[in-house]
């Protein structure tokens, strides 16, 4: 079954310093997505980056970036520089797009961050 | 574009009422989604459409049903409302599934719906 795990409820960082995020995932399909959304207080679903299982380098968003390790099946969201607006609740989600799949996304059950000024 | 926009952003309802959620979407994508956000469970599937005329089951599916009768609406119906199913309700679409080469399939989220369920 896929499976996404977010090991870190929560999480604190001073301001002006990154930040990595765990995500680890669980799939027998070789053909995959992973996702990383940003839910702030105010409760919308914000993409901030994706990263395809074929993928050779990891992705990259202004000062988002993917640490993708296809054989450890983790795909870590690091923030560089963070900022007090970089407060929020972060979701991992993957999804694959294999015979029978739905298409929908299976998410984490997120990280807490909060940015110290 | 106004992208992904559900109605109602808030409701309360009593216990064994019904009601409709309303997602609509102006990009012309095929596959649409609800799901419900409860604390500390993340996002779940409750039902899906893979195209206008067609839905499907998710994951949490019991107490809801949908309809996709035109292509950029997909509602979701609570027949008799239930206090566990208090939740804010989240609807989101694709293009596809595989998408064009060089996409990310990206999914795009409504702004959700908080239920209240007395």
């Known amino acids: 079954a896929q499976k996404i795990t977010q090991t870190q409820p929560g999480m604190f960082v001073q301001e002006k310093e990154a930040v990595t995020l765990d995500c680890t995932y669980d799939?027998?399909?070789?053909?995959?997505?992973l996702f990383w959304y940003k839910q702030p207080s105010s409760g919308e679903m914000i993409f901030l980056i994706y990263?395809?299982?074929?993928?050779?380098q990891n992705a990259t968003e202004g000062r988002y970036s993917l640490n993708f390790q296809k054989a450890r099946k983790s795909a870590n969201l690091v923030i560089s520089a963070s900022q007090l607006g970089d407060s929020a609740m972060y979701f991992c989600a993957m999804r694959s797009p294999g015979r029978g799949s739905q298409g929908n996304l299976i998410f984490g059950k997120g990280t807490k961050l909060s940015v110290k000024p | 574009n106004a992208g992904v926009t559900q109605t109602p952003k808030f409701r309360v309802l009593k216990t064994g009422q019904s009601m409709t959620l309303l997602c609509a979407q102006d990009?012309?994508?095929?596959?649409m989604y609800w799901y419900r956000q409860d604390p500390g469970m993340g996002l779940r599937l409750i039902h899906y459409s893979v195209g206008e005329g067609t839905t499907a089951k998710g994951e949490v599916p019991d107490g809801y049903n949908v309809s996709r009768l035109k292509k950029q609406n997909f509602l979701l119906g609570l027949e008799s409302a239930a206090p566990s199913q208090t939740s804010v309700y989240f609807c989101a679409s694709s293009y596809s599934l595989v998408g064009v080469a060089g996409t990310n399939n990206e999914q795009f989220f409504g702004p959700g719906t908080r239920l209240t369920v007395l």
């Open positions: 799939t027998s399909d070789q053909s995959y997505g």
């Open positions: 990263q395809g299982s074929y993928d050779e």
């Open positions: 990009m012309n994508h095929e596959y």
